[in-house]
């Protein structure tokens, strides 16, 4: 059974710091989703990252996967308080070549930033 | 087209009572996904239709929950008898298949409660 793992769970920081979240899963995967969650909202997609080594960057936000080590990062430089909200990565949970299947979620990081 | 639409967009029922919620995809995505989280939690995989044919179901998916999709266009999501257990926000998603990234993305959800 596919699990995906968050840490931290939660992070308060100051505006102005990096930080890095972490996602590991437990099989092999080639796609890995960071989705982005505001309070009682729905799930907003930041970045797909389909290969090893792959890079994206978006503003102050930065995501990367190792497959080999089954870690994606998504890091966050000079933080902004309108960067606060839950971080979700997810993994394809079966890759079928014809588009993408479910996908399992971790639990979430809920990130606070303060000024 | 504005994206994932879900309706209703709140839901209180009482135990026992069935209900029923709609998504209407992006237009142009063929697959559509149903997904449920509760407080706290990522969103956990129900079930995903590609055009008219539902190609998986979780385990999650009792039998008092049904979905369809019978045209390939728009899906429902029914719970017969409903439980206190199934209060929580339910997800839908879609995605192509161009040959892209395939992102899933999500509608507002329906936010059910019972009673």
């Known amino acids: 059974e596919l699990k995906v793992e968050q840490n931290p769970l939660f992070l308060s920081m100051q505006e102005g710091k990096n930080y890095t979240i972490y996602c590991n899963y437990s099989?092999?995967?080639?796609?890995l989703y960071w989705y982005r969650q505001d309070p009682g909202k729905s799930l907003e997609s930041l970045f797909v990252?389909?290969?090893?080594?792959a890079v994206k960057q978006e503003g102050r936000l930065m995501a990367s996967l190792d497959t080999k080590a089954r870690l994606s990062t998504l890091h966050i430089t000079a933080a902004v308080h309108d960067l606060s909200a839950t971080y979700f990565c997810?993994?394809?949970?079966?890759?079928?070549?014809?588009?993408?299947?479910?996908?399992?979620f971790g639990k979430g990081t809920h990130l606070i930033i303060q000024p | 087209d504005t994206g994932v639409s879900q309706d209703p967009r709140h839901k209180i029922t009482k135990r026992g009572q069935n209900v029923t919620f709609r998504c209407d995809p992006i237009?142009?995505?063929?697959?559509l996904y149903w997904y449920r989280q509760t407080l706290g939690q990522g969103p956990e995989f129900l079930t995903y239709?590609?055009?008219?044919?539902?190609?998986?179901k979780s385990r999650l998916l009792s039998d008092r929950f049904s979905a369809e999709r019978p045209k390939g266009s728009f899906s429902t999501l029914e719970i017969q008898r409903t439980e206190q257990g199934d209060s929580a926000m339910y997800l839908c998603?879609?995605?192509?298949?161009?040959?892209?990234?395939?992102?899933?993305?999500f509608g507002p959800g329906t936010r059910l409660l019972v009673l």
């Open positions: 099989t092999t995967s080639d796609r």
């Open positions: 237009s142009e995505h063929n697959r």
């Open positions: 990252l389909l290969s090893n080594g």
């Open positions: 239709f590609q055009n008219e044919a539902q190609l998986e």
């Open positions: 998603a879609s995605s192509g298949t161009s040959g892209g990234e395939e992102t899933q993305y």
């Open positions: 997810a993994v394809d949970r079966g890759y079928s070549g014809g588009g993408a299947d479910g996908l399992t």
